[in-house]
């Protein structure tokens, strides 16, 4: 038995490893850069949104402004061609023209003020925009690059695994199956380890020191049999 439980140990190194691989391939650095990269680009993306919704709301109210401007500065223009042209002679008509113009002429100042200040509005939120689309453009890249590097290692981890998958299923081959059984049942609810070493006169699972008798009975162990630490409940090998 001596012979099955060191096979056991052999096992136990191997399923150990391929646990240690799992664990690497789920938590690869390059997932944590991806995970930081992605979250960035959910922020500027948001970021950016809101200011296209920005803009395009000031976009609709220079617009409206240039619109009315050339409307009142066409009115102006047309009044004054009467004014000038000789067309109208009385003066109560001159004067309400006049009037009139004074009155367009003081909107088109405001509305020409209106679009100035839109546009040293919109100005700012183009520059924003411009430096969200190049960020974002170059959190593209980093992300293309990462998902490169992370094929990779994943493609390294999986032919490390397939290999000691391969070693562990030739391991298991050799280790009498009512054995085998019992340590997958102890390794699935101890953690990942089923068997442990006992070294000098403690375990190597649970850390903790067996008493005289208790060594006693494991170094006196019979064929077929097996002990299980009292501690931890892990099949013990001497």
Do not use: F, W
């Not at 919109?122 to 990462?146: F, K, M, S, Y």
Request: aromatic residues 2%; proline residues 1%.
């Amino acid at each position: 038995m001596s012979g099955g439980l060191q096979g056991l140990l052999a096992v136990q190194d191997l399923d150990i490893g391929l646990d240690q691989l799992r664990h690497r391939r789920g938590h690869l650095p390059e997932r944590t850069e991806m995970a930081v990269v992605e979250r960035t680009v959910s922020e500027l993306e948001a970021e950016l949104v809101g200011l296209e919704e920005e803009r395009e709301r000031l976009g609709r109210q220079q617009a409206a402004a240039e619109t009315e401007l050339a409307a009142t500065e066409s009115r102006v223009a047309a009044i004054d061609r009467r004014l000038y042209g000789g067309d109208v002679a009385a003066a109560r008509d001159l004067q309400a023209m006049t009037a009139e113009v004074a009155h367009l002429k003081e909107r088109a100042s405001d509305l020409e003020d209106t679009v100035l200040a839109v546009m040293g509005e919109i100005e700012p939120l183009d520059e924003r925009a411009g430096e969200l689309r190049r960020r974002l453009d170059e959190l593209a890249a980093q992300r293309a690059a990462l998902v490169e590097s992370l094929a990779r290692s994943v493609a390294s981890l999986d032919a490390d695994a397939a290999e000691r998958a391969a070693q562990r299923e030739a391991a298991a081959a050799a280790v009498d199956e009512s054995l085998l059984a019992t340590y997958e049942k102890l390794r699935g609810r101890l953690g990942g380890i089923g068997v442990a070493r006992l070294v000098g006169n403690h375990c190597d699972g649970c850390h903790l020191t067996l008493s005289a008798v208790e060594l006693d009975q494991v170094r006196h162990l019979g064929e077929g049999q097996i002990y299980t630490c009292e501690q931890c409940s892990r099949i013990l090998v001497p």
